[in-house]
Nanobody
Framework: QVQLVESGGGLVQPGGSLRLSCAAS????????MGWYRQAPGKERELVAR???????MYVDSVKGRFTISRDNTKNSLSLQMNSLKPEDTAVYYC?????????WGQGTQVTVSS
């Protein structure tokens, strides 16, 4: 069993930056895909960004050029650098990992973009 724990959320003004981190309690070296999802109030959870074991990246159109996802298999961690934040980025952000056996989810961290 691997636990994923997010950190780094908070309140930021529009145009500001935040860096989310996801720490895994075990090895992520065999996680084929890791990613960040978000869920805003009254909306469905959506994929924000993902990265494969081979380093292939994918971003939802609304965050392209503003967010950067990265993973460090040696530190068992996943990060999401978020720049030029907008009010519509406000949501609970979840860390996700797909191992060959099962999927894992973190508990979520709140990001609020407001002046």
């Amino acid at each position: 069993q691997v636990q994923l724990v997010e950190s780094g959320g908070g309140l930021v003004q529009p145009g500001g930056s935040l860096r989310l981190s996801c720490a895994a309690s075990g090895s992520i070296v065999n996680f084929n895909v890791m990613g960040w999802y978000r869920q805003a109030p009254g909306k469905e959870r959506e994929l924000v960004a993902r990265i494969t074991l081979g380093g292939t990246l994918m971003y939802v159109d609304s965050v392209k050029g503003r967010f950067t996802i990265s993973r460090d298999n040696t530190k068992n961690s996943l990060s999401l650098q978020m720049n030029s934040l907008k009010p519509e980025d406000t949501a609970v952000y979840y860390c996700y990992g797909a191992s060959p056996i099962r999927d894992y989810w973190g508990q979520g961290t709140q990001v609020t973009v407001s002046s």
